[in-house]
C-alpha cells in the first residue's frame, strides 16, 4: 500500500472516530438535557455548576471546529494560519477540560475524607503537580508542532516530538491517586459503619468514572506513544467526548439525587473536630457513631469550608 493509501485509511479512522466521540456527546446532552435544565438552570449556581456548563456547551464547538478541520479543511495560507492558532487553542482548551473535571472529581473526594487537612494538602499539591507537567509538556511540544504545521489532505500536519505521548501521563497518575483515595475513604467508612445512600451515589460514581476516564486515556497514551502522527486524532478527540460524558454524568446524578432526596441527605454530614462545637448539634440517626451536623443545614454539594466559628467542616455541595 502506498503512504498515500496509508494516510487516505488512517484519515477515514480518525474521522469516523472523531464522528463516534460527537455523536455520542450530542446523544447524551439530548438524554440528559432535561435534567440540566431542572438541577442547574433552574437552581443556584456555584463552582461546580460554572464548570460543568463550560464544557457542556464548550467541548461541542471544539469537537464542531475538528470536524471541519479533519473534512474540510483546505490548502492555502489561510488554512495555514487556521491550523497554527486552532491547535494551540484546542490544545490547551483539551487540557483545561481535562483539568477542570479532574478538580470536580477531587473535590468530592475532599468531601469523602471529611475535609482532613492531610487530604486538602495532597489534593492540592497533586493537582498542582498535575496542571504544571500537563501544562508544560504540552506548550513544550507546541514549539516544534507549530513550526513544521501546514494542510495537507484536509488535515492539519506537522512532525510530532516522539516526548508528546507524556502529556497524558500526569493525568493517570493523578487518576490512579483520585481513585486510590477513594478505595481508602471507602474503607474507612466501611469500619465506622456510616455508609448512607449519597456516600454510596458518591463512591459508585466515582469508581464508574475512573474506569471510564482511565481507559481513555490509556488509549490516548498508546495511541500517541506507538502510532503514527496521521493516527494522533484517532484517540484525541473520541476521549476528549468520553470524559465529558462521565464529569456530566458526576454531577447530574449529583444533583439529581440532591432533589430527589433533600431529607436524606441530612445523613450525609461529616465528622467534626474533637473540640466543642459552639453551635446546637443534631445527630444523624442509624450509624454506630454519632454525627454532628450544623443546625442550620446549608448543605451545598458546590464548596466545602471549614466553619471556623464551630470548627466543624461545612457541608455545602447543592447549590
Known sequence: MSSLEILAAHGAAVNAMTLAGFTLLVYDHILTFGDEVNYIWKTRKGIVSVIFLVNRYLIPLVLSIDIYETMGLSS?????????????IQSYLTIASFMSIHATVAWRLYALH?????????????????????????????????????????????KIPDYL???????????TLLFALTVIAMLRQEKRRSFSTLSLLLYRDGMLYFVAVTICSLFSLLVWAL????????????????????????????????????VDMLSFSLMSSNA??????????????????????DLDFEMYSIERDCQQLGTKMLH
Open 76 to 88: 492555502g495560507p489561510t488554512s495555514i494560519t487556521f491550523c497554527k492558532v486552532w491547535t494551540v
Open 276 to 297: 466543642p462545637l459552639s453551635r446546637p448539634q443534631i445527630y444523624a440517626p442509624s450509624t454506630d457513631i454519632e454525627t454532628p451536623v450544623s443546625s442550620d443545614q
Open 227 to 262: 502510532a503514527g502522527p496521521s493516527l494522533i486524532g484517532l484517540a484525541r478527540y473520541f476521549a476528549l467526548a468520553m470524559v465529558n460524558i462521565a464529569g456530566s454524568r458526576l454531577v447530574l446524578n449529583l444533583k439529581g439525587f440532591s432533589a430527589r432526596n433533600s
Open 114 to 158: 471529611c475535609g482532613e487537612a492531610w487530604i486538602r494538602r495532597l489534593l492540592w499539591i497533586a493537582l498542582v503537580l498535575y496542571v504544571s507537567t500537563s501544562t508544560g509538556i504540552i506548550t513544550a511540544s507546541l514549539i516544534p508542532i507549530i513550526s513544521d504545521l501546514r494542510p495537507l489532505h484536509h488535515e492539519c500536519v506537522s
Open 165 to 175: 505521548w507524556t502529556a497524558w501521563l500526569p493525568s493517570v497518575v493523578f487518576e
